[in-house]
């Protein structure tokens, strides 16, 4: 049944927008053509229309048919927007800013007004935004602090298929908003698959079809499986280039460095195979590149584009275009590992799923051909039909504490879609509560109260308000902000020792950590400068980033009454607020410049770039930021340790029993005698039982 009324008044809407688009300049016409040419265009009212009659919507279209840049604005059209603001949810940073970018220029606004984003410590939005791209992992956050989401009139829950940790935990909490709210519309989005999923979850609510237009896709596979994707990628590439008529290129590799090897190597062969091939536009895209760059990906060029993507490419982002597809079969996945006791990010091979995701990109505006660099027979009976999803292989820490402080007590009994193992929940139990943030029954202490406050993992938080009890919050806040972003330092190839001389000159010997702190504070000292980081080798893009990131955690700490305390020069004070955090992380040395960790046993050595290895400064114990794996498993990020401290804020890894009622001093003392022989009989046993194995 229509409601014609409805309709009607959606015409009406429409019509007005047609006259003002007309006065407007040519590009406002362009970009409207383009808008009238999506497929998602011919039938946006049959989804509005549905919309007035079902609170709960899940909309299938294949990539590209206008689902995350159009949705928002019809709704808006729609007259939605006067009750509130449209969100919609990316699982991907990179996607939700430049998606909104995307629709403020078709709105003709500037980016932060009437359409904004919001990612973690990003907010590019106003009073007067009504159309919010955020995270999935923003809009969790906000559930913690409005559980109704009151200035939503409507949230677009884009990329479900994805199937991301957060978005998982999204569709569990906004089920209950749905639930609870009668004037609130929730529409669900998917790339293809699971969309009767998705609605079934919901209580059976209709799924509306976007109708595709795709072209066949020829599917080439090698004969073998590459040994060297990076090699095999560049190569086929390159025969594309000489062999085939024009239309762009789509790469697919797993992260940042083979996207920059495979760009590089790429450039060199063609500039090697000589003058007679026409020259490419070479650009990479991955979520760490600066976002002017990223743009470069939409902008015409009159050269044959080759993209190198990571799985962005895959759904979240649409480069129009696109003809040849070459695919590595790999992509990074964050995995958890029991063993080490967190999550990795891995090269994994990819799902049947992703694979014809991948090829679907080249058969968008006519047809095209894709390359897989592995063979037909690992396709089919090596790749599982779909990636598993993340709430089953990642650690859940970080949800279960917002949980559980949203007063969620059982969390097996929370409206999972897919309930993630029962281990994992344990495990996410077991360290929040060995952080202090759980009771032993389960139950949310006040120190996690205050650790759910900030977007950072459990750890992180652990330790800023650790330091804040002892007097370093702006010492530590530094620090946090610091690990946030990916790189300081830089290093070019022709100036390596003198930017090496440079790094060295801000070494803490004791602690990466303080390194860290070292160089924030003399870049504040030298008045934040730019030619001061140009002098010493720093990236004042990533510096002023932290500097934001710091600025945010400062307010949240004044809103939570938290003290904003420094030290001064007092830093071993620093390096035990650290090891609050991360006394899980503890390694000992065993032999020369040698680790290994204190819980696991497994070795976990000294990166050539921390400041311990630097100054050839070996402590015996030591705890780290997390774990690398490169040739071997690398500390990343690294702080010296008193062994006494770990005892002290990690007792339940070295066997310490200690009685809470007990402050007499003598009782304490003696404590301390026991808790030193324990400890140090804990280690033993451990190399003992080590000694066995080997
Ligand atoms: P879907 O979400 O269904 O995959 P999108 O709404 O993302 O589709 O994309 C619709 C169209 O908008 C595509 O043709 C895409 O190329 C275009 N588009 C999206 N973002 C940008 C951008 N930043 N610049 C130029 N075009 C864009
Ligand atoms: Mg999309």
């Given at each position: ?5 409805a ?5 009406q ?8 688009a007309?006065?407007e300049?040519?590009?406002?016409r ?34 590209g ?192 460095e ?30 760490q ?40 079969g ?28 991948r ?58 879609m ?97 390194t ?12 934040y ?20 990131v ?26 035990k607020?650290i ?32 400041s ?35 005892a002290?804020l ?7 029993k ?5 402050f ?23 190399l ?7």
């Amino acid at each position: 049944e229509f409601d014609h009324k409805a309709s009607n008044q959606y015409g009406q809407a429409l019509k007005k927008q047609k006259t003002e688009a007309q006065s407007e300049f040519a590009k406002t016409r362009s970009i409207k053509q383009q808008r009238e040419s999506l497929p998602v265009y011919q039938v946006r009212s049959d989804l509005i229309d549905l919309l007035r009659e079902h609170n709960v919507l899940v909309c299938v279209g294949e990539t590209g048919s206008g689902k995350t840049t159009q949705l928002t604005q019809y709704l808006h059209e729609a007259g939605y927007s006067v009750n509130g603001q449209i969100g919609c949810t990316q699982p991907r940073r990179v996607a939700a800013v430049s998606v909104a970018k995307r629709v403020a220029d078709e709105m003709g606004c500037e980016l932060g007004t009437k359409v904004g984003y919001s990612i973690r410590f990003e907010d590019c939005t106003s009073e007067s935004t009504i159309i919010k791209y955020m995270t999935d992992g923003v809009l969790l956050r906000e559930t913690l602090f409005e559980p109704d989401l009151d200035r939503y009139c409507a949230v677009i829950m884009d990329e479900a298929h994805e199937r991301s940790l957060n978005t998982d935990v999204l569709f569990g909490v906004l089920r209950s908003v749905v639930g609870r709210r009668h004037d609130f519309k929730l529409i669900i989005t998917s790339a293809t698959m699971d969309a009767e999923k998705f609605a079934r979850f919901f209580g059976n609510v209709p799924v509306f079809n976007i109708p595709g237009r795709t072209f066949p896709v020829d599917t080439l596979y090698a004969r073998t499986t590459a040994q060297d994707y990076v090699d095999a990628a560049v190569q086929q590439a390159i025969a594309i280039h000489v062999g085939q008529d024009s239309g762009d290129v789509l790469i697919f590799m797993t992260g940042q460095e083979d996207i920059e090897a495979t760009c590089v190597l790429l450039a060199d062969r063609i500039a090697q195979v000589g003058e007679e091939v026409p020259p490419v536009t070479i650009l990479p895209i991955y979520s760490q590149l600066p976002s002017d760059l990223q743009a470069k990906i939409f902008e015409s060029s009159d050269k044959r584009k080759i993209i190198v993507a990571t799985n962005i490419a895959e759904t979240s982002l649409t480069v129009d275009g696109i003809k040849y597809v070459i695919d590595t079969g790999y992509c990074k996945l964050k995995i958890y590992n029991p063993k080490m006791g967190m999550d990795s990010l891995q090269v994994t091979p990819i799902s049947q799923a992703n694979a014809n995701q991948r090829r679907g990109r080249a058969g968008r505006t006519g047809p095209g051909a894709c390359w897989r660099l592995y063979t037909e027979s690992a396709y089919v009976s090596e790749m599982l039909t779909m990636t598993i999803p993340e709430i089953q292989r990642t650690n859940l820490a970080n949800v279960v504490l917002l949980l559980k402080s949203m007063g969620i007590k059982d969390l097996l009994s929370f409206g999972f879609m897919d309930p993630p193992p029962q281990d994992t929940i344990l495990n996410s139990l077991f360290q929040l509560w060995m952080l202090g943030a759980l009771d032993n029954l389960g139950d949310i202490t006040k120190l996690g109260n205050k650790m759910a406050q900030f977007p950072l993992d459990p750890p992180l938080s652990k330790m800023l308000i650790v330091g804040e009890e002892i007097g370093c919050s702006s010492e530590i806040m530094s620090i946090v902000s610091m690990l946030s972003v990916p790189s300081i330092f830089f290093r070019p190839k022709d100036r390596a020792d003198e930017s090496d001389a440079a790094r060295e000159k801000f070494f803490v010997p004791e602690s990466d950590h303080l390194t860290f702190l070292n160089v924030y504070q003399q870049w504040g000292h030298n008045g934040y400068s730019a030619k001061w980081c140009g002098d010493h080798f720093v990236h004042q893009k990533s510096l002023k980033k932290v500097r934001e990131v710091r600025g945010q955690l400062e307010e949240i700490m004044q809103q939570q009454h938290l003290q904003i305390n420094s030290i001064g020069t007092d830093w071993d004070q620093v390096r035990k607020a650290i090891c609050a955090g991360y006394f899980h992380n503890a390694s000992k040395l065993r032999g020369i410049g040698e680790y290994v960790n204190l819980r696991s046993r497994i070795p976990a050595n000294l990166h050539p770039t921390s400041s311990l290895y630097g100054l050839g400064y070996t402590p015996d114990y030591v705890v780290y930021h997390e774990v690398m794996y490169t040739v071997k498993e690398y500390m990343q990020t690294v702080t010296a340790v008193d062994p006494y401290w770990l005892a002290e804020l990690g007792p339940m890894f070295f066997s310490v029993k200690e009685s809470s009622s007990d402050f007499h001093a003598k009782e304490r003392q003696e404590q301390e005698e026991r808790r030193k022989m324990e400890y140090e009989q804990k280690l033993r046993d451990d190399l003992e039982r080590q000694a066995k194995q080997e």
